[in-house]
């Protein structure tokens, strides 16, 4: 089990190695995925008590939610659902 978790973990990194069509505030760069990540979960703690409705939303599971939206962008890179050129 820890074995899998490992691999898991090594995987989602790859996040890091994937860089997006959006820009860092400062417009200096591109955002890499694992920064996209980490970006909305800060924003998503920091905003969650001007948002939240009783017993609608849960903080932890929006997080897990965050967290794991973008893995799939390991193999498919920052492609929009809709884009039918494949930039």
């Not at 996040?15 to 200096?28: A, F, H, N, Q, W």
């Amino acid at each position: 089990m820890l074995e899998e978790m490992m691999k898991f973990i090594k995987e989602v990194d790859k996040l890091k190695t994937i860089e997006r069509r959006t820009y860092v505030s400062d417009g200096s760069r591109r955002e890499n995925s694992g920064e996209h990540s980490w970006h909305v979960c800060v924003m998503a703690m920091t905003l969650f008590e001007v948002f939240e409705r009783k017993n609608e939303t849960d903080l932890f599971t929006s997080i897990q939610m965050l967290l794991l939206h973008d893995i799939v962008e390991i193999d498919a890179g920052d492609t929009y659902a809709f884009d039918v050129n494949g930039y």
